[in-house]
């Protein structure tokens, strides 16, 4: 969904399908983090504009810095980043991330968040999640490029159960 209008129709075809709303299903069907991020990200009515505010990219890839490094103690300004600002403004966010953080990009981050002893369940979401919107087929294609391995066998091979249907439904691939 790449528009504030795509993400209310699909809303709506949701209710109309599923005679409940999506929020309430991501609600009971989720925990944690996760949970709130996802309610977050299908309530929000984000700006599709291409206006960037590069100070506030900046300061937001610290606050993003600090979470994937597990230095935050709470998560809701990171849930409030990854779910109301545009796409324009998040990949603000990800390139001063990747300027400030020594060419560290969300693709490396996504690389060793699969590759940990344990996969990092925390770090593999906000990546999956927060680029789905707008360019996780791209990410997929520089993943193999670097890795020799599609990023769906590679989470496919490091998930299981749910969460592994979900993370390759996001990718939009079934199960491998």
Known sequence: ?????DL???????????????????ASRTIGDIRRLLVAMASAYKYDGEEIDEMLAQSEAGILHDEILGK???????ITVLSTRSNMQLSAIFNRYKDI????SITKVLRNSINTVGTDE????RVIVTRAE????KISELYLKRNDVSLDQAIAKETSGDYKSFLLALLGHGET
């Not at 935050?72 to 990171?78: F, I, M, R, S």
């Not at 953080?101 to 560290?104: I, L, T």
């Not at 707008?134 to 087929?137: G, V």
């Open 72 to 78: 935050a103690v709470e998560h809701e300004e990171t």
């Open 8 to 26: 209310l129709a699909a809303r709506r075809a949701y209710r109309s399908l599923y005679k409940r709303s999506l929020e309430e299903d991501l």
């Open 1 to 5: 969904m790449r528009f504030p209008e």
């Open 122 to 125: 925390d770090a593999l979401n």
């Open 134 to 137: 707008k360019d996780l087929k």
């Open 101 to 104: 953080y020594g060419g560290r």
